[in-house]
């Protein structure tokens, strides 16, 4: 599957942007979404992620209450509403999609490889 992020800016503290990842050449339904971001000089980190139904979310605690991950399945499509940016929100934010049958918030968090990344969209909050 290929995935295209798109939606990135620049935007002072307290704004808002959402993220877009189109997904193609597969089946979407089939893939638990996920965005991660990294800063300059930092490891990348998860984000959030989505189960297949987009029933189950799950956050990193620096984003609860903050951002809303979700996704379209007719436009197969995962978003990342992101509220209440704050300067450490800087950086380039990537999807990823994986077929793992389980939904677990540690195969965000930990080492797992994810199936497919798409490239980076540049997130910069001034303050």
């Known amino acids: 599957v290929q995935l295209q992020a798109s939606g990135g800016g620049l935007v002072q503290a307290g704004g808002s942007l959402r993220l877009s990842c189109a997904a193609s050449?597969?089946?979407?339904?089939?893939?638990?979404m996920a965005w991660f971001r990294q800063a300059p000089g930092k490891e990348r980190e998860f984000v959030a992620a989505?189960?297949?139904?987009?029933?189950?979310?799950y956050y990193a605690d620096s984003v609860k209450g903050r951002f809303t991950i979700s996704r379209d399945r007719a436009k197969n499509t995962v978003y990342l509403q992101m509220n209440s940016l704050k300067p450490e929100d800087t950086a380039v934010y990537y999807c990823?999609?994986?077929?793992?049958?389980?939904?677990?918030?540690?195969?965000?968090?930990?080492?797992?490889?994810?199936?497919?990344w798409g490239q980076g969209t540049q997130v910069t909050v001034s303050s």
């Open positions: 050449g597969g089946t979407f339904s089939s893939y638990n």
């Open positions: 990823a999609a994986d077929r793992r049958t389980s939904f677990s918030i540690s195969s965000y968090t930990g080492t797992a490889p994810q199936d497919y």
């Open positions: 989505v189960s297949r139904s987009g029933g189950i979310t």
